[in-house]
């Protein structure tokens, strides 16, 4: 079952990548809009803000060696690069990807420090405690087996490292709004089957799975008001000529998906889908 979804997960990225850095630049990630989402800005300088918030929220403030988990072309990799003067490692499932995110770090004259190769994140090919930060930005969602990953992460890391990510979320089951409906599982996998995600998890699940792992420090948070106002943005620019005739020449998988755009959007407004962040550290 991997290889049919990682294959399509390399497909649609191989396919789409090229687009949305022409129509939406370097990040392939959310925005910041402030913490209750009014703050009009930018998109781009939003995605931005949405890095510092995040770093913020952690208390990283030092880092040696990197790995950004689902780094696609290298936009979040080559910023933390460049913040921390780090060593960093990105992976992807999408070869295209990780020969962009190369080519990003030559221009940017950061070669020597900035790495980027195809690597499954649950099963990679690092030794032990290599990394002291993992950077998981909105690549969770793919993940075949979220608890595989924060085993995966917790080897990786050195004692004392951090693990920060931020992955799109359905609500909490576990309240008074009760179980998922038959409307909102299908309307999650209609999302799921354009995006070629295996499943979403609760953030609490996300905290649960962390805390089994043998993290420590666990901290959580529910984001989604301060990202919301992205997918509008996403949307309107999507309606521009360039981006149209982008889309129809990038194929059916890559229309599919910006077609797709108000799925989230709704699903945002009706609080099923959520946006959390999670950071956890290995002592």
């Not at 409307?183 to 805390?211: C, G, W």
Request: with cysteine; hydrophobic share 40%.
């Amino acid at each position: 079952m991997n290889s049919d979804l990682y294959q399509n997960i390399q497909t649609f990225y191989d396919d789409s990548s090229e687009l949305w850095e022409s129509v939406w630049g370097e990040h392939m990630h959310h925005g910041f809009y402030g913490f209750v989402g009014t703050h009009q800005k930018d998109q781009q300088q939003a995605q931005v803000d949405l890095i510092e918030a995040l770093l913020k929220w952690s208390g990283i403030t030092q880092a040696e060696q990197i790995l950004d988990a689902g780094c696609g072309i290298g936009g979040s990799a080559l910023y933390l690069c460049d913040r921390y003067q780090a060593a960093v490692t990105g992976i992807t499932l999408s070869p295209k990807q990780a020969a962009r995110a190369t080519e990003r770090a030559a221009a940017a004259g950061l070669s020597d420090r900035a790495q980027f190769q195809v690597d499954d994140v649950l099963n990679t090919s690092f030794p032990d405690e290599q990394f002291d930060f993992i950077w998981s930005m909105e690549s969770g969602e793919h993940y075949p087996d979220k608890g595989q990953f924060f085993k995966e992460s917790y080897r990786l890391l050195k004692p004392g490292g951090t693990l920060l990510m931020a992955t799109w979320c359905h609500r909490p089951t576990h309240s008074l709004a009760g179980s998922l409906t038959e409307a909102e599982q299908l309307h999650l996998a209609s999302i799921y089957k354009v995006y070629h995600l295996p499943y979403v998890l609760s953030l609490p699940d996300y905290d649960h799975l962390a805390r089994q792992a043998g993290y420590a420090d666990v901290q959580t948070a529910d984001w989604s008001d301060a990202v919301a106002p992205f997918w509008d943005a996403v949307i309107k620019s999507s309606l521009q000529w360039d981006a149209i005739v982008g889309l129809v020449q990038a194929g059916w998988p890559t229309l599919q998906g910006a077609l797709a755009l108000g799925l989230m959007r709704w699903g945002f407004q009706w609080g099923l889908i959520r946006y959390g962040v999670l950071s956890a550290r290995k002592e």
